[in-house]
Each structure stands twice: as structure tokens, then as C-alpha cells.
């Protein structure tokens, strides 16, 4: 089964592509990339890239361009990318859009699948200032909307639950920021590349999941194909 796509889910931070693309990738048996998880990760670990963003992702700016695509390269490189992916947070700018163009094309894959994830700013606040996130597994909670059993611990593996340092109120207003001015314009790009869809992600995430799931034909059973 071969599904030779690359998804992308497109939206400002807070809109649930994180809870989205954990549920779709397992579905779909697709690697889930995020970018801003690879950076955390970098940054926990003290390595020389962690060390060179870790004030970058504090202050809610983006990081530039070449060392994100460069990142995302080497990530497509491994072999569970083979058959497709769905990218969390990536592409963010146009050059990051145009050059993965350029990667998709020089690794025989056609035009991305992209999903827009539309959701008031009112419910983008509330949802970052309730994240809560489990070390171990990365399981995404929301205090007010989809808490964990015990506060502070994760249902699944017992991992401690923290807040991200980027989910102040005033970083968030920069990153939505970010959002509007570097990343929006994304969906006009790839409309006219004809391959966008909206989805209205205020809604549960039990009505987002169905409603991707319409979008990306590979509800449980299909064994997902696109
Ligand atoms: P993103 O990856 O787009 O930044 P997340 O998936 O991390 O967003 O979700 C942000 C917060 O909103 C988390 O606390 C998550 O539990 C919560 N959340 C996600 N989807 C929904 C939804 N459909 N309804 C309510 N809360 C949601
Ligand atoms: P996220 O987890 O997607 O909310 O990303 C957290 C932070 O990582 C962002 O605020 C940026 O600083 C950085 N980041 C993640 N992905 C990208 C990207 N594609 N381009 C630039 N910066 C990124």
C-alpha cells in the first residue's frame, strides 16, 4: 500500500493540529512531523540546533527558514517517511512552501494535501492558556475542555504533565502574530495550487477528527489509504 502524499495541516498555534495529527497519523499509519516538537526535543536535549533556538521559540518568533527546511529534510530522509507523512507546523512562511515543493518534486511525491484548521482567536487563548502536555509520550491536555484523571498526570503513561514556557499570554500574542503576517498567506498559495481544505476546528475534537477523516478517506478499516 502505497499512499504517497504529504498532508499538511495549516493553522495558528492553539488550533488543535497537535491533537489532530496524533489521531490522524495512527489512523493513516503515517509518521506525524512536527516542527516545533523537533525543536522542544532539541532543546531538552542541549544540542548545538537546541541551543540556537531555545530563545527564538521563548520569544514566540519564528525560526528561520533554512534551518527548519534543512530539519524537515533530514527528517524526510528516514525510511518511515517513504509513503507519506503529515506535517504539524510546517511549512509556516512561502520560502518554507516553495522549498518543500522542491523536496517533495525531488522525491517523486506530487502536490501536497493541505488542511486548514479555522478557529476564533477567543478559543485559541483559551485553548493554549489550558494546554498541558505529558513529558514521556507528548499526549496534548486541556484543563478546561479535556483534562487528565489526576491533574498534572498523564492517563496514559503516568508521565508528569507541564505547560509549555511559549503559552504565556504574551508570547501567544506574538506567535499569533507570526501567524497572521508569515503564515496565513499560506492558504492563498496553496488554493491556487487547488489543493487546500478548510475545516471549521471549533468545534470537538470528535467533530474535527470526522470531519478530517471525510477529508483524508482513511478512517480506521481502510487501512489508510488516502
Ligand atoms: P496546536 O498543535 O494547533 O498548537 P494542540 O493540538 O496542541 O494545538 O491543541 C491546543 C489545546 O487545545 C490543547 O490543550 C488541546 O487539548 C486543546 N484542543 C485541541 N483540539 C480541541 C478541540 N477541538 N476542542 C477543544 N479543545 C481542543
Ligand atoms: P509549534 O509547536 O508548532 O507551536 O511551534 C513552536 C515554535 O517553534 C514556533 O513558535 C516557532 O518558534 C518554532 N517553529 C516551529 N515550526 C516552525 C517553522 N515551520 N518555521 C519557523 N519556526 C517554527
Given at each position: 500500500m502505497a499512499l504517497n502524499r504529504a498532508v499538511i495541516f495549516l493553522g495558528p498555534p492553539g488550533a488543535g493540529k497537535g491533537t489532530q495529527s496524533k489521531l490522524a497519523a495512527q489512523r493513516c499509519g503515517l509518521p506525524h512531523l512536527s516542527t516545533g516538537d523537533m525543536f522542544r526535543d532539541a532543546i531538552a536535549r542541549g544540542t548545538p540546533l537546541g541551543k540556537k533556538v531555545q530563545p527564538i521559540l521563548a520569544s514566540g518568533e519564528l525560526v528561520s527558514d533554512d534551518l527548519v527546511t534543512g530539519m524537515v529534510e533530514e527528517r524526510l530522509s528516514q525510511r518511515d517517511c517513504a509513503h507519506g507523512f503529515i506535517f504539524d507546523?510546517?511549512?509556516?512562511t512561502l520560502p518554507q512552501a516553495r522549498q518543500l515543493d522542491e523536496l517533495l518534486a525531488s522525491k517523486g511525491f506530487g502536490k501536497p494535501l493541505v488542511i486548514e484548521f479555522c478557529v476564533s482567536p477567543e478559543k485559541l487563548f483559551r485553548r493554549l492558556a489550558g494546554r498541558w502536555t505529558c513529558t514521556v509520550g507528548g499526549e496534548i491536555y486541556n484543563e478546561f475542555d479535556a483534562p487528565p484523571?489526576?491533574?498534572?498526570?498523564?492517563?496514559?503513561?503516568g508521565g508528569k504533565l507541564v505547560q509549555r514556557p511559549d503559552d504565556r499570554p504574551e508570547v501567544v500574542r506574538e506567535r499569533l502574530t507570526a501567524y497572521e503576517r508569515q503564515t496565513k498567506p499560506l492558504a492563498e498559495y496553496y488554493r491556487r495550487l487547488g489543493v487546500l481544505e478548510v475545516v471549521d476546528a471549533g468545534k470537538s475534537v470528535d467533530e474535527v477528527s470526522r470531519a478530517l477523516n471525510a477529508i483524508l478517506h482513511c478512517a480506521e478499516g481502510n487501512n489508510g489509504r488516502l
Amino acid at each position: 500500500m502505497a499512499l504517497n502524499r504529504a498532508v499538511i495541516f495549516l493553522g495558528p498555534p492553539g488550533a488543535g493540529k497537535g491533537t489532530q495529527s496524533k489521531l490522524a497519523a495512527q489512523r493513516c499509519g503515517l509518521p506525524h512531523l512536527s516542527t516545533g516538537d523537533m525543536f522542544r526535543d532539541a532543546i531538552a536535549r542541549g544540542t548545538p540546533l537546541g541551543k540556537k533556538v531555545q530563545p527564538i521559540l521563548a520569544s514566540g518568533e519564528l525560526v528561520s527558514d533554512d534551518l527548519v527546511t534543512g530539519m524537515v529534510e533530514e527528517r524526510l530522509s528516514q525510511r518511515d517517511c517513504a509513503h507519506g507523512f503529515i506535517f504539524d507546523g510546517f511549512p509556516r512562511t512561502l520560502p518554507q512552501a516553495r522549498q518543500l515543493d522542491e523536496l517533495l518534486a525531488s522525491k517523486g511525491f506530487g502536490k501536497p494535501l493541505v488542511i486548514e484548521f479555522c478557529v476564533s482567536p477567543e478559543k485559541l487563548f483559551r485553548r493554549l492558556a489550558g494546554r498541558w502536555t505529558c513529558t514521556v509520550g507528548g499526549e496534548i491536555y486541556n484543563e478546561f475542555d479535556a483534562p487528565p484523571k489526576v491533574p498534572g498526570v498523564c492517563d496514559g503513561d503516568g508521565g508528569k504533565l507541564v505547560q509549555r514556557p511559549d503559552d504565556r499570554p504574551e508570547v501567544v500574542r506574538e506567535r499569533l502574530t507570526a501567524y497572521e503576517r508569515q503564515t496565513k498567506p499560506l492558504a492563498e498559495y496553496y488554493r491556487r495550487l487547488g489543493v487546500l481544505e478548510v475545516v471549521d476546528a471549533g468545534k470537538s475534537v470528535d467533530e474535527v477528527s470526522r470531519a478530517l477523516n471525510a477529508i483524508l478517506h482513511c478512517a480506521e478499516g481502510n487501512n489508510g489509504r488516502l
